[in-house]
């Protein structure tokens, strides 16, 4: 499971709309192993069965999406 802090945003009023996620098995993401955007799984992620080999390394990220669509690294 990923696990991301809280959204916040400096304007009180703006919501969390949806959360990106990216892993990588490079610190440069490329290529991408997994690649999906959530309205549900906004602070933590379950990453599928089968996606991740035992024994790699890989890195991960995040983008929170406020209800304006712009994109705030989390």
Known sequence: ILQTGSFSHPISHVKHLKTEWQIGSENDFSPLILHTT????????????????????????????DDNNNGLHG
Do not use: I
Not at 41 to 57: D, I, Q, R, W, Y
């Open 38 to 65: 959530s309205l549900t799984s906004l602070t933590s992620l379950a990453v599928p069965k089968f996606v991740l080999k035992e024994g790699n390394t890989y890195y991960w990220r995040v983008r929170f999406y």
